[in-house]
C-alpha cells in the first residue's frame, strides 16, 4: 500500500516561487518511481516531473525544465518539487502519484494541492 500526501501549494505572484512536498508512506519506495502531475481547469492531467527512487533518474516536462526542480530526503520518504519563476500558465492542481517499477500507469495518487499565480 502507497500513500502520497502533499503539501505546500499556495497563491505567489508571477516570477515567485514555491516548494511542494510529498510524503510517501510506503515500505517499498525504492521500487516506485514518484511524479508530480499538474491539472489546469478544462485541461487535461499533464506530467510535469518524474524521479526514480532507486538511481534518482529525473524527466521534466520541457514546460518547466530550467524553473522546477525535484529533490528528495530519503530518509523521510519526501519528496519536493521547487518552483521558480512561476507564470500564470502554472497555475493547477498539482498531483503527487506513483507507479511500480516497470508499470506504464501510475497507480498511486495523492490528494492534490492548489498553485495559483497571479500575474
Known sequence: QVQLVESGGGLVQAGGSLKLSCAASTRTISYLTLAWFRQA?????????????????????????????????????????????????????????GKRRGSTA??????????TVSA
Do not use: H
Not at 47 to 61: C, E, K, M, N
Not at 106 to 115: E, K, R, S
Open 41 to 97: 481547469p478544462g485541461q487535461e492531467r499533464d506530467l510535469v516531473a518524474a524521479i526514480s527512487w532507486s538511481d534518482g533518474t529525473t524527466y521534466y516536462a520541457d514546460s518547466v525544465k530550467g524553473r522546477f526542480t525535484m529533490s528528495r530526503d530519503i530518509v523521510k520518504n519526501t519528496l519536493f518539487l521547487q518552483m521558480n519563476t512561476l507564470k500564470p500558465d502554472d497555475t493547477a492542481v498539482y498531483y503527487c502519484a
Open 106 to 115: 501510475y497507480d498511486y495518487w495523492g490528494q492534490g494541492t492548489q498553485v
